[in-house]
Nanobody, 125 residues
Framework: QVQLVESGGGLVQAGGSLRLSCAASGRTFSNYAVGWFRQAPGKEREFVIALSWSGGFTSSADSVKGRFTISRDNAKNTVYLQMNSLKPEETAVYYC??????????????????WGQGNQVTVSS
Protein backbone atom coordinates (compact mmCIF):
# COMPACT_ATOMS: atom_id res chain seq x y z
CA GLN A 1 0.00 0.00 0.00
CA VAL A 2 0.98 3.56 -0.66
CA GLN A 3 0.23 6.05 2.12
CA LEU A 4 -0.96 9.49 0.97
CA VAL A 5 -1.11 12.75 2.92
CA GLU A 6 -2.68 15.82 1.38
CA SER A 7 -2.19 19.51 2.03
CA GLY A 8 -3.09 22.87 0.54
CA GLY A 9 -6.87 23.07 0.71
CA GLY A 10 -8.78 26.08 1.96
CA LEU A 11 -11.08 28.91 1.00
CA VAL A 12 -10.85 30.73 -2.32
CA GLN A 13 -13.09 33.12 -4.21
CA ALA A 14 -14.77 32.11 -7.45
CA GLY A 15 -12.36 32.52 -10.33
CA GLY A 16 -9.37 32.04 -8.07
CA SER A 17 -6.68 29.36 -7.96
CA LEU A 18 -5.53 26.79 -5.47
CA ARG A 19 -2.88 24.09 -5.47
CA LEU A 20 -3.17 20.84 -3.59
CA SER A 21 -0.23 18.61 -2.75
CA CYS A 22 -0.16 14.93 -1.93
CA ALA A 23 2.91 13.35 -0.33
CA ALA A 24 3.34 9.60 -0.71
CA SER A 25 5.21 7.02 1.33
CA GLY A 26 5.33 3.26 1.50
CA ARG A 27 5.59 1.17 -1.65
CA THR A 28 7.43 2.54 -4.68
CA PHE A 29 5.37 5.55 -5.54
CA SER A 30 6.74 5.94 -9.05
CA ASN A 31 5.24 2.57 -10.03
CA TYR A 32 1.66 3.80 -9.65
CA ALA A 33 -0.64 6.10 -11.52
CA VAL A 34 -2.15 8.84 -9.39
CA GLY A 35 -5.29 10.89 -9.45
CA TRP A 36 -7.66 13.24 -7.69
CA PHE A 37 -11.30 12.74 -6.83
CA ARG A 38 -13.77 15.01 -5.06
CA GLN A 39 -16.92 14.59 -3.05
CA ALA A 40 -19.46 17.32 -2.40
CA PRO A 41 -21.99 17.03 0.46
CA GLY A 42 -24.73 14.58 -0.40
CA LYS A 43 -23.05 13.47 -3.62
CA GLU A 44 -20.97 10.51 -4.69
CA ARG A 45 -17.22 10.73 -4.98
CA GLU A 46 -16.35 11.70 -8.54
CA PHE A 47 -13.25 11.47 -10.71
CA VAL A 48 -11.42 14.72 -11.42
CA ILE A 49 -8.07 14.00 -13.06
CA ALA A 50 -5.37 11.32 -13.23
CA LEU A 51 -1.78 10.90 -14.39
CA SER A 52 0.07 7.77 -15.46
CA TRP A 53 3.07 6.42 -13.55
CA SER A 54 5.42 7.86 -16.19
CA GLY A 55 3.68 11.22 -16.34
CA GLY A 56 3.11 10.76 -20.04
CA PHE A 57 -0.66 10.27 -20.02
CA THR A 58 -3.35 12.41 -18.43
CA SER A 59 -7.06 11.81 -18.15
CA SER A 60 -9.52 14.38 -16.82
CA ALA A 61 -13.21 14.97 -16.37
CA ASP A 62 -14.74 17.20 -19.03
CA SER A 63 -15.77 19.73 -16.39
CA VAL A 64 -12.16 20.54 -15.46
CA LYS A 65 -10.42 20.36 -18.83
CA GLY A 66 -8.32 23.43 -19.48
CA ARG A 67 -8.54 24.59 -15.86
CA PHE A 68 -7.05 21.81 -13.70
CA THR A 69 -3.58 20.35 -14.11
CA ILE A 70 -2.04 17.33 -12.43
CA SER A 71 1.69 16.79 -12.10
CA ARG A 72 4.03 14.57 -10.15
CA ASP A 73 7.57 14.75 -8.85
CA ASN A 74 8.71 11.17 -8.33
CA ALA A 75 11.94 12.32 -6.72
CA LYS A 76 9.88 13.99 -3.99
CA ASN A 77 7.12 11.35 -3.98
CA THR A 78 4.60 14.13 -4.42
CA VAL A 79 1.58 14.77 -6.63
CA TYR A 80 0.13 18.21 -7.29
CA LEU A 81 -3.26 19.45 -8.42
CA GLN A 82 -3.32 22.98 -9.78
CA MET A 83 -6.85 24.34 -9.94
CA ASN A 84 -7.60 27.55 -11.82
CA SER A 85 -10.82 29.46 -12.48
CA LEU A 86 -12.55 27.69 -9.62
CA LYS A 87 -16.34 27.67 -9.41
CA PRO A 88 -18.58 27.60 -6.31
CA GLU A 89 -20.05 24.26 -7.40
CA GLU A 90 -16.57 22.78 -7.11
CA THR A 91 -16.68 23.11 -3.35
CA ALA A 92 -15.92 19.62 -2.07
CA VAL A 93 -13.51 17.43 -0.19
CA TYR A 94 -10.69 16.57 -2.57
CA TYR A 95 -8.97 13.19 -2.31
CA CYS A 96 -5.62 12.13 -3.64
CA UNK A 97 -5.53 8.55 -4.95
CA UNK A 98 -3.04 5.98 -6.15
CA UNK A 99 -3.96 3.19 -8.52
CA UNK A 100 -4.40 -0.36 -7.28
CA UNK A 101 -2.23 -1.72 -10.12
CA UNK A 102 0.80 -0.36 -11.92
CA UNK A 103 -0.71 0.04 -15.40
CA UNK A 104 -4.18 1.06 -14.28
CA UNK A 105 -5.32 4.69 -14.39
CA UNK A 106 -7.49 5.54 -11.35
CA UNK A 107 -10.64 6.91 -13.01
CA UNK A 108 -13.17 5.31 -10.71
CA UNK A 109 -13.14 4.47 -6.99
CA UNK A 110 -12.95 0.78 -7.90
CA UNK A 111 -9.53 1.34 -9.51
CA UNK A 112 -8.04 3.07 -6.48
CA UNK A 113 -5.70 1.19 -4.17
CA UNK A 114 -4.91 3.98 -1.72
CA TRP A 115 -6.68 7.17 -0.67
CA GLY A 116 -5.49 10.34 1.00
CA GLN A 117 -7.35 11.64 4.03
CA GLY A 118 -9.24 14.29 2.05
CA ASN A 119 -8.83 18.05 2.01
CA GLN A 120 -11.63 20.62 2.04
CA VAL A 121 -11.77 23.12 -0.81
CA THR A 122 -14.38 25.85 -0.50
CA VAL A 123 -15.08 28.23 -3.36
CA SER A 124 -17.08 31.30 -2.37
CA SER A 125 -19.28 33.17 -4.82
Amino acid sequence: QVQLVESGGGLVQAGGSLRLSCAASGRTFSNYAVGWFRQAPGKEREFVIALSWSGGFTSSADSVKGRFTISRDNAKNTVYLQMNSLKPEETAVYYCAASRATLEIPRSPATVGSWGQGNQVTVSS
